[in-house]
């Protein structure tokens, strides 16, 4: 059993900041990549930033220049540092991650975590 369990999230005013969390548990061989997701009340669930087991990062054009991905996987953790936080930026946050897991064999899936709370309001 694996799994992503995210915290960090909360109430901010805009122009403030947020570090978001999300730590993998379970039969995990390595993993491949992170990525953040958001879901606005009434949008489609959309691609925040992700971040390859090299290190490459790539960020969707909200989060260019204001969001910053990292991760440590000895750890198995991953991170988004949310700056200039704007009330467009209201959504559930939602881990994911490519993960290489051994039960009776090895093999690579996709996982998701709950999501946690990020409402941007004065």
């Known amino acids: 059993q694996v799994q992503l369990v995210e915290s960090g999230g909360g109430l901010v005013q805009p122009g403030g900041s947020l570090r978001l969390s999300c730590a993998a548990s379970?039969?995990?061989?390595?993993?491949?990549?992170w990525r953040w997701y958001r879901q606005a009340p009434g949008k489609q669930r959309e691609l925040v930033a992700s971040?390859?087991?090299?290190?490459?990062?790539n960020y969707a054009g909200p989060a260019k220049g204001r969001f910053t991905i990292s991760s440590d996987n000895a750890k198995k953790m991953v991170y988004l540092q949310m700056n200039s936080l704007k009330p467009e930026d209201t959504a559930v946050y939602y881990c994911?991650?490519?993960?290489?897991?051994?039960?009776?064999?090895?093999?690579?899936?996709?996982?998701w975590g709950q999501g946690t709370q990020v409402t941007v309001s004065s």
């Open positions: 994911n991650a490519d993960i290489m897991v051994l039960f009776t064999t090895v093999f690579t899936r996709n996982y």
């Open positions: 379970g039969s995990i061989v390595s993993i491949n990549a």
């Open positions: 971040i390859l087991s090299d290190g490459s990062e």
